[in-house]
């Protein structure tokens, strides 16, 4: 039983952050933060949205696309490093604002910006074994979890969800392959360690700040978002006989715009090949690649006919990619 897109769907926040907004708060500017990154705008969530309702605004787009209602999904798997609450899970909160009825939902936290491809390796491997809807989620709530006065990490991120609904029906994609990996080893590079139980929320974590500080080594992060999402590019595509030459369009997770253009030299591409919205959104974590496929099929970049690649990298360190045929 083969696995196929059937639906796409994003959520951004209305709440425009500029550079200069950012240059108004913290000791940075626009010229920074462009030259490194290439970001010039990003979405931060008001304070009546949560993560959870930014990951129903995603799936409703998704299922409307699909043609489909929330009585029709048979799963849902939302990934997210920013969830709704400690306990329980964010699916478990979205099925029931769905109104799925008692389906399973669960959560694939932890693997940053990895997490939604990572997320799809799952589901397909659950429609493979027996043919079923699942309603698979990218969606961050970063504002309202990192220290906002941190510069070196503040101005990379916004908030955002991304959503695919995924099932046997082959109208639209079929899902062809996925590859995660993992190294573990490499946690304190980028890690927000306060609210687990090494280091729980306390007064302790408040007074020191570390409750939501985001500890990163930008530069061995950008060597290794590069070295990992090319070579899981390569590796998905060779394992279904193709090559980069065959793919009409990238869409990689949107960390940094000079992390895609590494990516994207590496794998020899030309630049119309490789879809890029970071300068519009900054880096969503787990919600960048969905949201991104959602916006480049809705733009028309992605047709029937096209091998679309996808390709992630995060925390932990988790990368994924995947071949998806239109
Ligand atoms: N504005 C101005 N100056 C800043 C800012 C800022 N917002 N942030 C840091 N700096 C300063 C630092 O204090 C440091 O100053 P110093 O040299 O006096 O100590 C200097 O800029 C750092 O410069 P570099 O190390 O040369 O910066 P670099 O070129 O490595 O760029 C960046 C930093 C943008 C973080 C880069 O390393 C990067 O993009 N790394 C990838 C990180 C990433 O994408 N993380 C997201 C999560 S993981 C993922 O999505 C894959």
């Not at 299922?63 to 029709?72: F, P, T």
Request: hydrophobic letters at 45%; aromatic letters at 6%; glycine letters at 10%.
């Amino acid at each position: 039983m083969a696995a196929h897109l059937m639906g796409f769907g994003r959520y951004a926040p209305e709440r425009i952050i500029t550079n200069d907004d950012w240059a108004a708060r913290v000791d940075t500017s626009d010229e920074w933060i462009t030259q490194r990154t290439g970001i010039k705008r990003r979405r931060f969530a008001d304070d009546d949205e949560s993560t959870m309702t930014m990951a129903v605004a995603a799936a409703e787009h998704a299922l409307k696309d699909a043609d489909l209602v929330a009585g029709d999904i048979d799963e849902i798997i939302v990934a997210t490093d920013t969830p709704e609450m400690m306990t329980p899970d964010t699916a478990a909160l979205v099925q029931h604002q769905l109104g799925c009825g008692n389906i399973p939902t669960y959560d694939l936290g932890g693997s940053g910006c990895a997490g939604f491809v990572q997320a799809l390796d799952v589901a397909k491997a659950r429609i493979t074994v027996a043919p079923k809807t699942v309603l698979v989620i990218g969606v961050e709530l970063i504002s309202r979890m990192i220290s906002l006065d941190d510069r070196a990490t503040a101005v990379l991120f916004g908030d955002a969800a991304g959503a695919v609904v995924a099932g046997p029906s082959a109208a639209r994609a079929e899902v062809l392959e996925v590859i995660s990996g993992t190294d573990g080893a490499h946690a304190e590079i980028l890690t927000l360690a306060a609210g687990g139980t090494r280091n729980p929320f306390n007064s302790g974590s408040l007074e020191s700040g570390d409750y939501n500080r985001l500890v990163m080594d930008g530069r061995k992060v950008f060597v290794e978002a590069v070295r990992r999402m090319s070579e899981a590019s390569v590796e998905v595509l060779d394992r279904i006989g193709k090559t980069t030459s065959d793919v009409a369009l990238v869409i990689p997770h949107q960390a940094n715009k000079r992390i895609i253009d590494a990516v994207r030299k590496q794998l020899g591409l030309a630049d119309e090949r490789v879809y890029v919205n970071v300068h519009e959104y900054g880096n969503t974590g787990s919600a960048t690649v969905p949201f991104a496929l959602s916006e480049a099929v809705d733009e028309g970049r992605i047709g029937p006919g096209d091998l679309v690649l996808l390709t992630a990298f995060g925390a932990g360190f988790h990368w994924a990619a995947a071949a998806i045929q239109f």
